[in-house]
């Protein structure tokens, strides 16, 4: 009884350890980010980012298959065939017999090896020239998804800073609203204070409850869109480390409009430009002759019976060159000449929107983040002025001077202007983060 017991204590334990091991497998993962350490966490779990990246290292595949076409190609060859009815020639009436003489076997084997030296090829030119001008371009996008993905990151990791700050504000505002409350109930109990004040202030306190729910409402979508940005799972709790508020030095940084030359999609349309310029090349290749060098070498033997030790195999070698001339394909290259033209003019049709546009855009959002700049300095004086009115009509209510309405219009002022201070700082950040995007930082 004793060992029965024991046994059953030592599977209990050990069935106990498994549940806590599987619960802690199972438990949420929790995560406290920076703004640097959620950029990196996107850059490499982020989708796009694999697929880009895998289609850098298939354009240096692609390089290195357009390579391969100015490299000697040698083939072994070998074939059987069995003649049903044999092959004849016909001689002449003059020639022995004359009509329909059969020739060969029944059986033909021939083995060779076959090898090709393309000496001239504009084609192979123009193609190895397109795929090393595609792989820059490919890794110019994967430059570009980075750069979206960085500045998509950080200005979701705003959104989330900026709903907790909305939290804090009306979390605050409500526990000043309950301590408003607390007091007029004292008052009103004293006889200093009326009815109407403390269901006014009661009704403050249900609005400002109010607002804090949905305050609270706000964050889970925005976490929600961060994580999703992060490639992490939705059960992840995720605590942010860096605070919304500026530092003098973000204030101090101006953009420079010559650095839009860095602009990734700018590059992209310009090798496009390049790109369309060498796809046309290829097309005209067509037109010229190709200049090959060729070697054979073969093993062939005929007989009518599979006795192969018996066999006369008779080896037959050659080399020559071989020029291929284009006469006429039925328009055919004309018509491809005249869409890669059309290709390239589009090309550059795109790159000069591109540049027009991205000057144009940049001197928006310069006004846009020097207004954002003025509305910062704005509402932190109306914060400081919005505090003193709130401490002042605090005073004079406390004197019998001023009404429960205007101690309540005051405090509402104050919320609002420190709201709009937060919201401010976090379109000033997510506007310098556009520009960024604009001249091709990745990083700050």
Request: net charge neutral; proline share 3%.
């Amino acid at each position: 009884m004793t060992s029965f017991m024991q046994q059953f204590v030592f599977l209990l334990a050990a069935f106990c350890l498994m549940a806590s091991g599987l619960q802690a497998q199972t438990s949420p993962l929790a995560l406290s980010l920076s703004e640097n350490d959620a950029v990196v966490l996107a850059l490499r779990n982020n989708a796009d980012i694999s697929v880009a990246s895998d289609q850098v290292r298939r354009a240096d595949l692609q390089v290195r298959e357009a390579k391969g076409n100015f490299m000697p190609r040698l083939t072994l060859t070998g074939n059987y065939t069995r003649n049903i009815d044999r092959p004849v020639i016909f001689f002449p009436e003059s020639f022995g017999l004359g009509g329909a003489t059969k020739i060969g076997a029944d059986n033909n084997f021939n083995a060779y090896l076959d090898l090709t030296v393309p000496l001239y090829s504009r084609y192979n030119i123009f193609a190895r020239s397109y795929a090393q001008q595609n792989f820059p371009w490919q890794r110019e996008q994967l430059r570009q998804i980075r750069q979206t993905v960085t500045a998509d990151v950080k200005k979701a990791y705003y959104v989330c800073l900026l709903a907790t700050e909305t939290v804090r504000v009306r979390e605050k505002a409500l526990h000043h609203a309950e301590n408003n409350h607390l007091l007029i109930v004292e008052k009103t109990a004293r006889g200093v204070a009326t009815e109407f004040d403390e269901t006014s202030a009661r009704v403050r306190v249900a609005v400002f409850r109010n607002d804090l729910l949905d305050a609270r409402d706000h964050v889970v979508p925005a976490q929600n869109a961060l994580k999703l940005l992060l490639g992490v799972p939705p059960e992840t709790t995720i605590s942010l480390i860096d605070s919304l508020y500026l530092q003098d030095y973000e204030l101090m940084l101006i953009p420079d409009a010559s650095e839009l030359t860095n602009n990734s999609v700018l590059r992209q349309r310009e090798q496009q430009v390049l790109l369309a310029q060498w796809q046309t090349g290829m097309a005209r290749a067509a037109y010229y002759p190709v200049l090959s060098g060729t070697g054979t070498y073969q093993y062939q033997s005929q007989q009518n019976d599979f006795r192969f030790s018996q066999y006369q195999w008779v080896l037959t070698s050659a080399v020559g060159l071989r020029l291929q001339v284009p006469l006429f394909n039925g328009m055919i290259t004309r018509s491809r000449v005249q869409q890669s033209l059309l290709a390239e003019g589009i090309a550059r049709i795109e790159l000069n929107h591109a540049c027009g546009y991205n000057e144009a855009r940049f001197a928006e959002l310069v006004s846009r983040l020097n207004y954002s700049k003025e509305r910062i300095a704005v509402q932190r004086d109306n914060i400081q002025l919005a505090e003193k009115a709130v401490k002042l009509v605090k005073e004079r209510y406390h004197y019998g001077r001023a009404s429960l309405l205007e101690v309540n219009s005051a405090e509402l002022d104050y919320v609002s202007a420190r709201l709009s201070y937060f919201q401010s700082i976090a379109d000033y950040k997510s506007k310098y983060c556009d520009i960024q995007l604009l001249v091709g930082h990745e990083n700050p």
